[in-house]
């Protein structure tokens, strides 16, 4: 119990599970535990990996755990949160999205010992009649209870019918499985309660919900969520995770190394006292930690000095593609062994327009083979076989080399 209580909210009810805990003990028959995820974007992110881990203190007990491809309930979409009806994805782009799942939770826990689901396989076989059976299970005042819901509706705004059927989809998850603990993130609640009730109405012991905290994104405010775009992927490159990590506001680094750290006890005690001294230096190891996580520490450790050498240092990355240009290119107005700079910057894509390339250029931005270009309409030595660096800002480049 003190092992699964760790880092939750809430276990509701706490009694059942103690309950359920022993009767497990008594026969030897492992408690089913389950989490579902929708396929909505191709990557699981390291705010998902919060309750991942809590699968894994389950499986690490000997407890049986169900991940749950949402590869069904994504045709509709979680409504939680939403201030509007969700856009529906097609077939294919849940199909595409859902292809790498189980790869990805298996950086996470122990995939000989769980059970992945797609729960298309028991919701797309529902009769009409099943249907509603199961919509009989709850009113509409029970949904209007949602707080997104309620505002919506207080507020004169569009819900689908549809919406209303994702907690009672996603409790039928529960109802196929015969689960005995569910985990999700705080703003899962009213489903994972909900699943509750669906399973009593259909004779079964109701599951446990167990309700671990919401990660705040990158950018500091909003729960971290492919949605908002504020996210770092679990199988992001080790660089993009370090530097994304490096990017968060100080006031996020207790929750984060609480939370997605993979510390406890003395070492997470003593990383998190170390903040108020060394904010920046708590951030670095942070950074270094989430990507030893995921990807070993020889790559954390690839990733800080890959951040150094952009950030610190300007230097080019070691892995930068050479690229080739043409002379002959129109948009580099090459003339008299000369190339026009702000054309370069076009066609390298490090400026969308030659007006944005010009006004890059007078705001100190660009730089080539590391010397700072100051005039709009700069020309540069320009010869069939030259290698040049350029480069737009502190960590955008472009190698180029020149061909005739």
Request: no cysteine; proline share 4%.
């Amino acid at each position: 119990m003190d092992l699964i209580r760790r880092n939750a909210l809430e276990v509701v009810p706490e009694e059942d599970l103690a309950k359920k805990l022993e009767r497990s003990r008594s026969t030897g028959t492992p408690l089913i535990v389950k989490q579902g995820f929708d396929p909505t974007r191709p990557d699981l992110h390291i705010g998902h990996a919060v309750s991942i881990r809590k699968l894994l203190d389950f499986q690490d007990l000997g407890h049986q755990v169900v991940f749950v491809v949402g590869d069904y309930t994504a045709r509709i979409g979680d409504p939680s949160g939403r201030s509007e009806t969700r856009p529906r994805l097609t077939g294919e782009e849940i199909a595409a999205n859902a292809t790498t799942y189980a790869e990805q939770v298996g950086k996470l826990l122990d995939l000989a010992k769980v059970r992945v689901e797609y729960n298309s396989s028991w919701l797309a076989p529902l009769q009409l009649a099943e249907l509603l059976e199961l919509t009989a299970t709850t009113t509409v005042a029970r949904m209007l209870e949602r707080d997104d819901f309620a505002k919506r509706y207080d507020e004169h705004r569009p819900i689908s019918i549809s919406e209303f059927m994702y907690p009672l989809m996603q409790s039928y998850d529960s109802v196929a499985l015969k689960a005995d603990v569910e985990l999700g993130g705080s703003d899962q609640k009213f489903n994972l309660l909900m699943a509750r009730a669906v399973q009593e109405r259909y004779g079964q012991e109701p599951q446990v919900a167990l309700i671990m905290p919401l990660l705040r994104g990158t950018d500091g405010d909003a729960k971290m969520s492919k949605s908002y775009d504020n996210y770092i992927g679990i199988t992001e490159a080790p660089e993009q995770m370090f530097g994304k990590t490096m990017s968060i506001p100080d006031a996020l680094l207790d929750e984060w190394y609480r939370m997605a750290s993979g510390l406890s006890g003395d070492a997470l005690a003593s990383a998190v006292a170390r903040i108020a001294a060394e904010p920046y230096a708590a951030k670095r190891a942070l950074g270094e930690l989430i990507v030893g996580l995921y990807h070993g520490e020889g790559a954390a450790a690839g990733a800080s000095s890959h951040f150094d050498r952009l950030f610190k240092e300007h230097a080019a990355p070691d892995d930068l593609e050479e690229t080739t240009l043409s002379l002959g290119d129109i948009r580099l107005k090459y003339a008299d062994g000369t190339m026009w700079v702000p054309g370069a910057l076009v066609a390298t894509g490090l400026a969308s327009s030659n007006s944005e390339a010009m006004r890059l250029i007078e705001q100190g931005a660009i730089a080539i083979d590391d010397d700072k270009v100051d005039d709009r309409n700069a020309r540069v030595a320009a010869a069939e076989g030259r290698v040049l660096l350029l480069r737009r800002g502190k960590r955008q480049y472009a190698r180029v080399l020149l061909i005739g």
